[in-house]
DNA sequence: AGCTCGATGTATCAGTCCGATACATCGGCA
DNA sequence: TGCCGATGTATCGGACTGATACATCGAGCT
């Protein structure tokens, strides 16, 4: 019941909404959507997926034999599937825009979801997540000038860089508001590309 | 005797080399300098001052008073220092420029302390960081590609951002390490006739 | 067919690290 | 004077990682 583990929740929730996977799969879909953000090792996963079972948000579901073909001995690919109860937990997460929804760890998985999400939200968590990352300029600004003179050229570059990034990341987030600002009464301008079978 | 705890320990001799301070003020510079990159707790600090005073390359220096005044239960500010020993090993951490130099938690730690560093290892730090990182933008793109049209605009936003983001660090370590040739050549003869690759 | 090898797949554990917390001292300040 | 926040040392429960173990599968090689 960490708070860590509530990210990884929300996030297997997400993806097997989309789908039933078993372990290795989610995982390394885990890795590639919060991938840019942190790793995720199985002693993690399997104890979380266990979890939500016993909160009865998943089910596993063992693939057996289509019809009464002898299976005895053979077992493996566990996959799992939301339940009823689980997809309405994950709306509910879905719509929840408090402040740890804008923190470095959730907001990747938060972001991830977007597209599930209800565009209030969204605005919601993009501006508290500007907000979070204005704070941390002032603070490499603060460290900047405490530092200028007794430092090195090198540790110099290294906070000019690291101030670089993140005003660079306020950047693509007040991109990002305008067009939720503006795509919130033109619908259907520049919409999400929903032609999923048109290949 | 942890890798993660490596990292620990050469930014604190670094800090440590420059002048002996108390575990509060460590902490507080520890988290400025790999404070980009990570964080640390005083569960990890500790332990890892007391595993340096073992291994005999830091001391406790209780700043007792500086006259005879008789002070028997006043105890705090217990000040560490850098043994002869100490600066030693720093000395040969400095030197290693080994793969490990170049992973995320540690590349920032190096960086730091790049102004005790000599020339050569900084080059070959700084270009194991590029191709580390170039290796991850192929990733990057290869992601890109595999769910290009099976994904929602908002996780391909994400993964652009990602991109283009490493690809920023790619171009900054470029031009450090421009920055690093031009300076070299006043150092001594340098042989690097072959030009590298010209991307 | 036998054999190896890497990818797929489930599962656990020792060790490491973090967040919270407990204490204690110090300097302001109302 | 008493309160409060900053400074300061120290520990612990619990979460998380990296390593590892074990098993199955398909593909290529001989």
Not at 52 to 76: F, H, M, N, Q
Not at 91 to 119: I, K, M, S, Y
Not at 169 to 191: A, F, M, T
Request: charge should be neutral; glycine fraction near 10%; charged fraction near 30%.
């Amino acid at each position: 019941m960490g708070k860590r583990s509530s990210v990884l929740e929300f996030a297997v929730l997400g993806l097997l909404h989309e789908s039933p996977l078993h372990g290795y799969e989610l995982r390394k879909r885990l890795n590639s959507v919060l991938g840019s953000f942190r790793a995720l090792s199985y002693g993690s996963l399997y104890p979380c997926l266990k979890a939500l079972v016993r909160a009865g948000w998943i089910v596993e579901d063992e693939p057996t034999d289509p019809v009464g073909t002898a299976r005895s001995g053979k077992r493996s690919k566990i996959v799992y599937k939301l339940t009823a109860d689980g997809k309405e937990h994950f709306q509910t997460l879905l719509g929840d825009a408090g402040p740890a929804a804008w923190e470095d760890e959730n907001f990747g998985v938060h972001f991830a979801f977007f597209a599930r999400t209800d565009a209030t939200t969204r605005l919601r968590i993009l501006e508290g997540r500007r907000s979070r990352l204005e704070e941390r300029v002032e603070g490499f600004r603060a460290a900047l000038l405490r530092t200028r003179e007794r430092v090195d050229a090198y540790t110099l570059e290294l906070q000019r860089h690291g101030l670089d990034s993140v005003e660079r990341e306020v950047r693509w987030l007040n991109e990002l508001i305008d067009g939720e600002r503006r795509g919130q009464h033109d619908q259907h301008h520049e919409s999400t590309g929903t032609t999923d079978q048109s290949t």
